[in-house]
Each structure stands twice: as C-alpha cells, then as structure tokens.
C-alpha cells in the first residue's frame, strides 16, 4: 500500500503570494490533517478534513484554508504569505474514527 | 485544554546504555497518548500508543511507555541504544472525541546516541 505523499518537497516565496500545498492520502484512508512544524517546534494543528469538510480547526487565520477532493486527496493553501509561515508542513491520513494518523515527508517552505 | 510537556531538549546517551525521555500530559479528559520519531528530511513515523488498555504500552524497534495517571506521564524508554535510535522524538495528546485525530505535540527531544 501507498504511504502519504506531499508535493512540492520544497519551496520558496516572498512575502505577500499565495501557496498551494497537496498531499494524497494513504489508500484507504478518507480523513486528511494538515501540521505546521516551525523550527525546532513541534507540529502544531492547522485543520482536518473529513467528506470534503473541514471538521476541526486549529488557532489559524482565515488565510490558511484547504479543499479535500473526492479521491481524499487534498490541499493547503494560505494566502498573503508572512515570513513566519516559513515552516515544514505535514499532511496525515487516517479512517475517521480512527486514532492513528500516517505522516507523509512533508513540504518546506521558505517566505523571503 | 491539552497539552504536553518535554523535559528535555536533548538527550544524549551512549550507544548500549538506557533511553529515557520524559513526557508529562495535562488533560481534563482521559487522554490517548502518542509518541512520535522524526529522522532528519522526514515526516513522522508512530513509534507507540496509548488508548486505555494496558499501561504498559510495547512499541517498535524496540521502544515502550508506560502511563501513569497519578503522575500525568509517559515516559518512553529502551533498554539499550543503538545508533540508528538518533533522532527527533514527540509526544503527543488527543482526546477521544473526533476518533483522536487532532493531536497536541510537545516540542520534541532530540535524541543523540554516542558510541
């Protein structure tokens, strides 16, 4: 079976664009989370998607939005890029309902 | 709310000597619990879980936890190191609502591993 996998694997803006990340869940899998992981921190909570809905928010501005599509896969896209959005940003599958989550590799991003 | 707390930024042990990295929870609501391994360049990989069966929680390559309620940990541990054992490791929260998908991370220990 297909892990998670996340495109692009590195990326770099400047301040004030937009970005789209995108992820494909494990087969099998119909939830997807999205993490930030700053620097030498600990992933924290951007959102989920269950039935191409979100379903659970963290403490995020409205810039930070996502799509879940059909397939399961999905999205991130945050707009008006600030320098702290510099972050690597993990996608996670599971079955909802479920309590273990499989992390793709992750795509990091750099705002100049 | 939840949270978790690391003691520890770094940990550094020789190679064939005990792992301990320390975990303790704060949750108004019986917690499942999460320890997670980074390698360098890669996402997270589960190493073990806690969901309210046994407290003595056996995981992969060799790792355990063990939850103590009366003192709000879970602590992990490996009773000898070996050098592919370096790298970043997380605890984590959820509760129980939601299917627990929604996890609180800690800030992570760096494990290094010395021969």
């Known amino acids: 079976e297909t892990g998670v996998t996340q495109s692009p694997t590195h990326l770099i803006k400047t301040r004030g664009q937009q970005v789209t990340l995108r992820c494909s869940s494990q087969?099998?899998?119909?939830?997807v989370s999205w993490y930030q992981q700053a620097l030498g921190q600990g992933p924290q909570f951007i959102f989920q998607?269950?039935?191409?809905?979100?379903?659970g928010r963290g403490n995020f501005p409205p810039r930070f939005s996502g799509l879940q599509f059909p397939n399961y896969s999905s999205e991130l896209n945050v707009n008006a890029l600030e320098l702290d959005d510099s972050a690597l940003y993990l996608c996670?599958?599971?079955?909802?309902?479920?309590?273990?989550?499989?992390f793709g590799a992750g795509s990091r991003l750099t705002v100049l | 709310a939840q949270s978790v707390t690391q003691l520890g930024s770094h940990v550094s042990v020789s190679e064939g000597a005990l792992v301990l990295l320390r975990c303790n929870y704060s949750?108004?609501?019986?917690?499942?619990l999460f320890w997670y391994v980074q390698y360098p360049n890669q996402g997270l990989q589960l190493l073990l879980k806690?969901?309210?069966?046994?407290?003595l929680v056996k995981g992969i390559n060799g790792f355990e936890a063990e939850f103590k309620k009366s003192e709000t940990s879970f602590h992990l541990t490996k009773p000898s190191a070996h050098m592919r054992d370096a790298a970043e490791y997380f605890c984590?929260?959820?509760?129980?609502?939601?299917?627990?998908?929604?996890?609180?991370f800690g800030t992570g220990t760096q494990l290094k591993v010395e021969l």
């Open positions: 996670a599958s599971s079955l909802a309902g479920a309590n273990v989550l499989t």
């Open positions: 087969s099998g899998h119909n939830t």
């Open positions: 998607y269950y039935r191409e809905e979100e379903n």
């Open positions: 949750s108004s609501v019986p917690p499942y």
């Open positions: 806690y969901t309210s069966a046994a407290t």
């Open positions: 984590a929260v959820s509760d129980r609502g939601g299917g627990g998908n929604k996890l609180t």
